[in-house]
């Protein structure tokens, strides 16, 4: 019994933290087919929460006001992060570097409250001095870029890491200029984790309410802020129909983005193998 419980210890502990993690979710789900808004007994079957889901202008709205900013957070993230950590890996000194890269990362370690707040007193400060911006869509994306680029920053960097630098040397060796280099090379080579962190960043953002809490204005809400008001009021299915298509679709794209950072990674090892068997070829030729 003992042994059964050693060697079988891993896969019990690991079962629980799953059981722990999705069962809530598996839970909303469920009861978000309930025909009744009772959430301790399932009554029966019914859409009636998806109908109601599909006629609540607020849930719809606050939808596509997230996408829009999750969309447009993303790209924004996608593209700082990817210059700040060429620069932080392949600059090693410059002027400023520790400050640089210590601001770059604070968002990573500094509660979503503090930053809200700080963005908060920025946007009055600057809309008092010059009357713009609003707050509204803009300073939401740009709370969400903030701590978008962070996270971004940290997956591209960590693949320039790893990346082979003599690619890089042979390009320039052969007359490539540096932005060349960046554009033919090195982008395509990080292109991978470029699209990771622009998911973590659509991710990031789409999930937020602290930030959005903070820098929103009148007639601005985001799908998380409208159900964080629906859930304090109580109880609501219709939340739960919001959350179960949510999940969903995220499945179904993190499941498409590895299935097909995997068909990329097998075609480009044969990419290799075919160019190391060419290569061999030549060598016994001569």
């Given at each position: 019994m003992k042994q059964l419980l050693e060697k079988h210890f891993g896969k019990f502990w690991l079962a629980i933290v799953f059981a722990f993690l999705y069962l809530p979710l598996l839970f909303m789900i469920v009861f978000s087919f309930?025909?009744?808004?009772?959430?301790?007994?399932?009554?029966?079957?019914?859409?009636?929460?998806?109908?109601?889901?599909?006629?609540?202008?607020?849930?719809?709205?606050?939808?596509?006001?997230?996408?829009?900013?999750?969309?447009?957070?993303g790209t924004l993230s996608a593209v700082l992060a990817t210059f700040a950590a060429f620069v932080l890996v392949r600059y090693r000194r410059f002027l400023g570097?520790?400050?640089?890269?210590?601001?770059?990362?604070?968002?990573?370690?500094?509660?979503?409250?503090?930053?809200?707040?700080?963005?908060?007193?920025?946007?009055?400060?600057?809309?008092?001095?010059?009357?713009?911006?609003?707050?509204?869509?803009?300073t939401i994306i740009v709370g969400h870029t903030l701590l978008g680029m962070a996270y971004g920053m940290v997956v591209i960097q960590s693949r320039l890491l790893e990346m082979n630098r003599s690619i890089e040397e042979a390009a320039m060796d052969l007359g490539a200029r540096p932005h060349q280099v960046f554009f033919l090379i090195t982008l395509p080579n990080i292109f991978q984790a470029i699209l990771a962190a622009?998911?973590?960043?659509?991710?990031?953002?789409?999930?937020?309410?602290?930030?959005?809490?903070?820098?929103?204005?009148?007639?601005?809400?985001?799908?998380?802020?409208?159900?964080?008001?629906?859930?304090?009021?109580?109880?609501?299915?219709?939340i739960y129909a919001a959350a179960t298509l949510l999940i969903v679709t995220v499945t179904i794209v993190i499941i498409a983005y590895a299935?097909?950072?995997?068909?990329?990674?097998?075609?480009?090892?044969?990419?290799?193998?075919?160019?190391?068997?060419?290569?061999?070829a030549a060598l016994a030729g001569t």
């Open positions: 309930n025909s009744t808004r009772q959430d301790a007994r399932f009554t029966g079957f019914s859409l009636r929460w998806y109908e109601a889901l599909a006629n609540d202008s607020r849930i719809v709205e606050g939808f596509f006001t997230s996408l829009k900013v999750a969309a447009i957070t570097r520790t400050i640089f890269s210590g601001m770059v990362n604070a968002p990573l370690v500094m509660p979503e409250v503090i930053i809200g707040l700080s963005l908060l007193l920025l946007a009055v400060g600057v809309q008092n001095a010059f009357g713009w911006p609003e707050r509204g869509l803009l622009f998911l973590l960043a659509f991710t990031l953002s789409f999930d937020d309410v602290v930030i959005a809490e903070f820098l929103s204005g009148p007639g601005v809400s985001t799908l998380p802020q409208v159900i964080f008001g629906y859930a304090r009021r109580g109880i609501n299915p219709t299935v097909w950072v995997a068909r990329s990674t097998r075609r480009r090892e044969r990419e290799i193998q075919a160019a190391t068997r060419a290569e061999t």
